[in-house]
Structures are given as structure tokens and as C-alpha cells.
């Protein structure tokens, strides 16, 4: 099945720094996903997008559709230490099937 | 609100032998989803019921995966025979698909973790 890019595949930040990620696609989507998974537990959701251009925050997240609907981003403010973990991006398509990224492992340095 | 519930958590096996793994989806959902997710990998889609119906099945191994959700509550998925290449965390998730604007968003529930041996 078709993975979406997802960038970078890891981040090594200090505690307080600002995080950004972002994922691309080949196809357009309707709606965007932002998850985040911790070890041994299902993806979590975070934040949905349903608009292009539309930017969503949620506490210190931040995303964003992107204008083109072949892209979004996620922003984490002023990171702390339970940030940590692996952020995953989905994408519903105009066929409605979900794809999801690779992943981005997000370790947070006291 | 009861999230998603999957059981079992964890499951080993042996090479050949069957295993089956159960999802209870968030009441009321009428989406159900089950993916498989490799180490190191997003969750790949394996297929997903609306109500009673698998609407999309195109990337399940149907030589040895099948599935069911006959009262379009909870489903289950099951291998027979097992492969070595089968161990993954099998993934359920649910929505709530109401038609129109499509704001279907989908709850994860924590994943069975598989290793064939």
C-alpha cells in the first residue's frame, strides 16, 4: 500500500526547542491526520484538517493543510518531555482509503 | 466513552498454526478498520467495513486472511496458517462516517502485537 513522505524520520531536540514536521504526497487527500504513538500503545489522534489551507492548533500543536492538498505540516511548540514519541500523518484520499507516513521519532533531551 | 478495545494484547505463535485477534469499535461507529503495522512503519491498511460490509479488502492476503463483522459491531481477523513475515502489531480503528461533508476521523485501538515463531 502506498506510504506517504514523511520528513525528517527522526528528531533529537532540547527541552523548550520548537519541532516542525512535514508530510508530502503524490495524490490529493480531503482530509489530513496528525497522530502520535507511543511504545506499545495504538496512534492517538491529534489534530484533523479537513480544508485546504486550513491551520489548526491544539495547545502547543500546530497544522496546517496545505493550499495544494498534497501536503501538511505540524508544528510543536516549546517541547517538553512527554512529546516524545512517533508522529504519524494520514491522508484520506478522494477514494476514501487512508495512508499513513512513516513516521517521525521525536526524542526531547531534558 | 469506551474507546476501542482489542484483545488479545499479545499473542506468540508458532509457524502454520491459526490465530484470530477481536475488535469492539467506539459504540455507535459504523467504520471499522484493520491495519497492520510493521516495525518502523505507519499502519498499512488490511480492510475496512462500513456496517456489515467490507468496502475495501484490496490489501488483504486473502490466501490466508479473513475477516468478518456480522452485526456490524465488533470484528474479528484471523490467519490461517501463520507466516514469520506475519508478525506485526494488527491494528483496529473505528469512525463515524455521516455521510455529507465526510468528517470521518478514525480512533486507534491499542494493537495486538504478534510474533510467529
Known amino acids: 500500500g502506498q506510504q506517504l513522505n514523511q520528513s525528517p524520520q527522526s528528531m533529537f531536540i532540547q527541552e523548550g526547542e520548537d519541532v516542525s514536521m512535514n508530510c508530502t504526497s503524490s495524490?490529493?487527500?480531503?482530509?489530513w491526520l496528525w497522530y502520535k504513538q507511543d511504545p506499545g500503545e495504538g496512534p492517538v489522534l491529534l489534530i484533523a484538517?479537513?480544508?485546504?489551507?486550513e491551520l489548526t492548533s491544539n495547545g502547543r500543536l500546530t497544522a496546517q493543510f496545505g493550499i495544494t492538498r498534497k501536503d501538511s505540516f505540524l508544528n510543536i511548540s516549546a517541547s517538553i518531555p512527554s512529546d516524545v514519541g512517533i508522529y504519524f500523518c494520514?491522508?484520506?484520499?478522494?477514494?476514501?482509503?487512508?495512508?499513513f507516513g512513516t513516521g517521525t521519532s521525536l526524542t526531547v533531551i531534558p | 466513552e469506551a474507546g476501542v478495545v482489542q484483545s488479545p494484547r499479545y499473542k506468540i505463535i508458532e509457524k502454520k498454526q491459526p490465530v484470530a485477534f477481536w475488535c469492539n469499535p467506539i459504540?455507535?461507529?459504523?467504520?471499522l478498520y484493520w491495519y497492520r503495522q510493521n516495525l518502523g512503519q505507519g499502519p498499512e491498511l488490511l480492510i475496512r467495513?462500513?456496517?456489515?460490509?467490507?468496502?475495501?479488502d484490496s490489501q488483504l492476503p486473502k490466501d490466508r486472511f479473513s475477516a468478518e463483522r456480522l452485526k456490524g459491531v465488533d470484528s474479528t481477523l484471523k490467519i490461517q496458517p501463520a507466516e514469520l513475515g506475519d508478525s506485526a502489531v494488527y491494528l483496529c480503528?473505528?469512525?463515524?462516517?455521516?455521510?455529507?461533508?465526510?468528517?470521518?476521523?478514525?480512533?486507534f485501538g491499542p494493537g495486538t502485537r504478534l510474533l510467529v515463531l
Open positions: 494520514a491522508g484520506r484520499s478522494t477514494g476514501n482509503q487512508f495512508y
Open positions: 484538517l479537513y480544508k485546504a489551507g
Open positions: 495524490s490529493i487527500f480531503n482530509t
Open positions: 459504540s455507535g461507529h459504523n467504520t
Open positions: 467495513y462500513e456496517n456489515e460490509e467490507a468496502v475495501d
Open positions: 480503528a473505528s469512525s463515524l462516517d455521516n455521510g455529507g461533508y465526510m468528517r470521518e476521523t478514525q480512533y
